[in-house]
């Protein structure tokens, strides 16, 4: 069947240091998008991308950025890790044609 | 810009006690209105879609309807199963395929 997975699901790091959050879909989707998700706020988009090296910036992506060289993939990388971006992180794909979006996991992402 | 907005924002009932969850919206030009049901740690998981105003979809103890402005989640005689945190999205006529979510609903079904 097909999915999308997130790893890791679970990740503690430090301040300033770059991480990479990985996301991978079967659904040979083009489009993916990238979450956080904290309270008082809901779902946040940060990027999004419509195909092969193809990337969008969304409202919340100071701090964070995306690369697509493949359909499948779509990893977030936090340049410099900070506080403020301890969340919980969902990856999403659609179809071109479609707008429902089929949601990851998540990673919870504690920066200390 | 397009808007969303859930109420309330969380409901207590007892089962078998039917509810709905209201999900007020201000778009541009719709292109559908999405739930979704959201589990504690885990990704929300789609559950309808509706494209216009009128139109009704139904699973199990869950039916969405969809007015020009709002949509509503009726529960009919709820089960402990169905406690969980519902969100409500809209697809707006220039999202070019981008959500715009509320904060959710959170439902707790007591026995």
């Known amino acids: 069947d097909a999915e999308i997975t997130q790893s890791p699901r679970h990740k503690i790091t430090e301040t300033g240091r770059q991480v990479t959050l990985a996301c991978h879909q079967t659904w040979n989707h083009n489009n993916m998008f990238w979450y956080r998700q904290d309270l008082g706020h809901g779902l946040r988009l940060i990027h999004y991308?419509?195909?092969?090296?193809?990337?969008n910036k969304g409202e919340v992506s100071d701090g964070y950025s995306v690369s697509r060289s493949n359909t499948e993939d779509l990893p977030l990388t936090l340049e410099s890790a900070a506080s403020s971006q301890t969340s919980v992180y969902f990856c999403a794909s659609s179809e071109s044609s479609g707008d429902t979006q089929y949601f990851g996991p998540g990673t919870r992402l504690t920066v200390l | 810009e397009d808007q969303v907005t859930q109420s309330p924002e969380a409901l207590r009932l007892q089962e078998g006690e039917s509810s709905s969850l209201n999900c007020s919206y201000t778009v541009s030009g719709l292109r559908g209105l999405f739930w979704y049901r959201q589990d504690p740690g885990k990704g929300p998981e789609f559950l309808f879609t509706l494209y216009s105003a009128g139109e009704e979809k139904e699973k199990e103890r869950l039916k969405a309807t969809l007015t020009k402005k709002e949509s509503f989640l009726h529960i009919t005689a709820p089960k402990p199963e169905d406690s969980a945190t519902y969100l409500c999205?809209?697809?707006?006529?220039?999202?070019?395929?981008?959500?715009?979510f509320g904060q959710g609903t959170i439902l707790t079904v007591h026995p």
């Open positions: 991308s419509y195909g092969v090296q193809d990337t």
């Open positions: 999205a809209l697809a707006g006529g220039t999202s070019y395929g981008k959500l715009t």
